[in-house]
């Protein structure tokens, strides 16, 4: 607890490897903000080393993913096997963590929420080896558990299914909360946005999302619906930050398609979307089913997003699209189907504030014991 304003520290640790971690980590911050006893630090181990590192790894992680994708996901196999990759997580972990103890010391949380695995991995080291007595959850943003997420020192994990409780260590406390979503979602108000686009009742929108590098063939798409004459259906393209793309789908100069950039609105235009086609990112997956929307996956990228949409499907009925004219076909199957009101889920949305209330636990019992020793 930081004795000068006599509040407990949670720091909130995320990797900007994809945006999903970092808006979990938001959501989650969004909760923590509001209660008087906490402050909350959201922290980027990418901080914990020179910046121009960090500029480097990402940019060839983008690369890799966009034209060497059998790559990432021989690392993704690989770093997922029983043994192979371990000596590696530990020496990345270890590393970071003497980077990163400085950067910790002086944050000297009460208890620290990892939204990667990477970050998680850290923590534990540094509780192990610096004796510390802090709260370590880790809050797994996919809809599958890669093996670099099993580390020592995780007190909670925080997963967003309990059928994947087994793929986690017995002795280890974990709940099946869901993925923790922004509080905009729970409050988003479709009904509106669609008046003010001038889209009716019934009329289908379709949502097109890239997400934040607008990764989605998103033109080619447009014209497969187009081509389809689905008289009732409107289409909405959200491109992220890729202004090419946007500028590419403003020529369009269609009358049923409306085109975002990089929108705060998301929630509210995915709250007045029927239909979402977009990749299986575990942040966007977790969103589109606290909003009970029809989901469709574009050609899942390797690794987690494969494993988002096997289980996606699996489980909720999610459709994996292999081609655009598989896009096509099954919008027009949704938009055939008997007019349904889609249904929020009103557990997924609170994820967040139960993973919060679970943490504050665990910090006032630990300090309760505190006191008795």
């Given at each position: 607890?930081?004795?000068?304003?006599?509040?407990?520290?949670?720091?909130?640790?995320?990797?900007?490897?994809?945006?999903?971690?970092?808006?979990?980590?938001?959501?989650?911050?969004q909760?923590?903000a509001?209660?008087?006893?906490?402050?909350?630090?959201?922290g980027?181990?990418?901080?914990?080393?020179?910046?121009?590192?960090?500029?480097w790894?990402?940019?060839?992680?983008?690369?890799?993913?966009?034209?060497?994708?059998?790559?990432?996901?021989y690392?993704?196999?690989?770093?997922?096997?029983?043994?192979?990759?371990?000596?590696?997580?530990n020496?990345?972990?270890?590393?970071?963590?003497?980077?990163?103890?400085?950067?910790?010391?002086?944050?000297?949380?009460?208890?620290?929420?990892?939204?990667?695995?990477?970050?998680?991995?850290?923590?534990?080291?540094?509780?192990?080896?610096?004796?510390?007595?802090?709260?370590?959850?880790?809050?797994?943003?996919?809809f599958?558990?890669?093996?670099?997420?099993?580390?020592?020192?995780?007190?909670?994990?925080?997963?967003?299914?309990?059928?994947?409780?087994?793929?986690?260590?017995?002795?280890?406390?974990?709940?099946?909360?869901?993925i923790?979503?922004?509080?905009?979602?729970?409050?988003?108000?479709?009904?509106s946005?669609?008046?003010w686009?001038?889209?009716?009742?019934?009329e289908?929108?379709?949502?097109?999302?890239?997400?934040?590098?607008?990764?989605?063939?998103?033109t080619?798409?447009?014209?497969?619906?187009?081509?389809?004459?689905?008289?009732?259906?409107?289409?909405?393209?959200?491109?992220?930050?890729?202004?090419?793309?946007?500028a590419?789908?403003?020529?369009?100069?269609?009358?049923?398609?409306?085109?975002?950039?990089?929108?705060?609105?998301?929630?509210?235009i995915?709250?007045?979307?029927?239909?979402?086609?977009?990749?299986?990112?575990?942040?966007?997956?977790?969103?589109?089913?606290?909003?009970?929307?029809?989901?469709?996956?574009?050609?899942?990228?390797p690794?987690?997003?494969?494993?988002?949409a096997?289980?996606?499907?699996?489980?909720?009925?999610?459709?994996i699209?292999?081609?655009?004219?598989?896009?096509?076909?099954?919008?027009?199957?949704?938009?055939?189907?008997?007019?349904?009101?889609?249904?929020?889920?009103?557990?997924?949305?609170?994820?967040a504030?139960?993973?919060?209330?679970?943490?504050?636990?665990?910090?006032?019992?630990?300090?309760?014991?505190?006191?008795?020793?």
């Amino acid at each position: 607890m930081n004795a000068a304003n006599k509040k407990y520290t949670v720091l909130l640790l995320s990797a900007p490897i994809g945006s999903g971690h970092k808006l979990a980590a938001e959501a989650l911050e969004q909760v923590f903000a509001e209660n008087e006893a906490v402050h909350v630090v959201h922290g980027n181990v990418f901080d914990f080393f020179p910046q121009f590192l960090g500029t480097w790894f990402l940019k060839i992680y983008l690369q890799i993913l966009q034209h060497f994708p059998w790559m990432y996901k021989y690392m993704y196999k690989w770093g997922n096997q029983e043994k192979g990759s371990l000596w590696m997580k530990n020496l990345i972990n270890g590393i970071l963590a003497r980077l990163g103890s400085r950067y910790l010391e002086k944050i000297a949380p009460d208890a620290v929420i990892a939204t990667h695995a990477t970050p998680a991995g850290i923590i534990g080291i540094y509780k192990k080896n610096l004796g510390k007595d802090l709260f370590l959850g880790a809050v797994i943003t996919d809809f599958t558990i890669h093996k670099w997420w099993i580390c020592p020192g995780v007190d909670t994990y925080f997963i967003a299914d309990a059928k994947l409780a087994d793929r986690l260590p017995a002795q280890v406390e974990n709940h099946a909360y869901g993925i923790p979503v922004r509080k905009s979602f729970a409050v988003a108000d479709g009904v509106s946005l669609r008046k003010w686009l001038g889209i009716s009742g019934e009329e289908k929108i379709c949502l097109l999302l890239g997400g934040g590098e607008g990764l989605l063939p998103m033109t080619d798409i447009v014209v497969a619906l187009q081509q389809a004459k689905l008289s009732h259906l409107r289409i909405i393209a959200v491109t992220g930050h890729n202004k090419q793309l946007f500028a590419k789908l403003q020529q369009c100069h269609d009358s049923k398609l409306t085109v975002y950039g990089f929108t705060e609105y998301l929630p509210e235009i995915m709250a007045a979307a029927d239909i979402v086609v977009s990749k299986a990112g575990g942040l966007t997956s977790a969103e589109v089913l606290s909003l009970g929307k029809k989901f469709i996956v574009y050609r899942p990228l390797p690794g987690q997003e494969e494993g988002n949409a096997a289980f996606l499907h699996r489980h909720y009925g999610t459709v994996i699209a292999k081609s655009i004219a598989d896009v096509a076909a099954h919008v027009k199957a949704f938009c055939l189907e008997k007019a349904q009101q889609p249904q929020a889920d009103g557990e997924r949305l609170q994820a967040a504030e139960k993973i919060c209330a679970c943490v504050m636990s665990h910090i006032s019992k630990n300090e309760s014991l505190d006191r008795t020793e």
